[in-house]
């Protein structure tokens, strides 16, 4: 029988973690690329307040959601990339996590994007989210460090790069529709990464389904390793 993953082999990649709380729990974590089917249900969990890609035209919610994943497929090659993952927390869809990259094969860096739905905010799951595609990045792509900018304001993402060990690399202007934003870089090296990723705080992290999508992202073939 044919599937999704088949014609279509990011379909089939999975991030999986584990994160205890503080309450003696242990939450399930997914990170995957949404189906047609999840655009629905990611676009009703988006804060209202999300900051939409000013290029992607739009009325709402529903169709930017469902632009911005369709433009991650239709865009992506071998040497600029773009992953958009939702995340499922305990089956419940909780917010999306993206990795880009350009001239990956020779540059081997990538950059981090991320949101989460209001009611899931506050839980660690930010950080627990970039940690696990910063360990797909590392582990699986073997990238050489891991970029991200933020709003000089957004106190949520700052926080949750300075605890992950991302070091000040730079910053920006950003011009949005109504205001100029101040950004700041971040970088988190290779090198620092094994030494930090301990300390993030999750369990059992795992991947699956990569190996067949390392020709999509610029990176080996299927079957063989790199």
Known sequence: MTTAGSWWPLFDLRITAQLPTAEGLVRDLVLRPPTDDDLPVLAAVAPPGLE???TLPGSGMHEWIARHVWRSRAESAPDKWRL??????DGDVAGSQDLKASDFPQLRIVESASWLGERFRGTGLGKAMRAMVLHFAFQALDATAAETESEEHNDAALGVTRSLGYQPCGDRYAQRVDRIDHML???LTRERWALLRNGYGLDEVGISGAERCLPMLGLGKPGKDR
């Open 52 to 54: 939409m890609d000013p």
């Open 185 to 187: 870089w971040s970088r």
């Open 84 to 89: 958009s993952f939702l995340l499922e927390v």
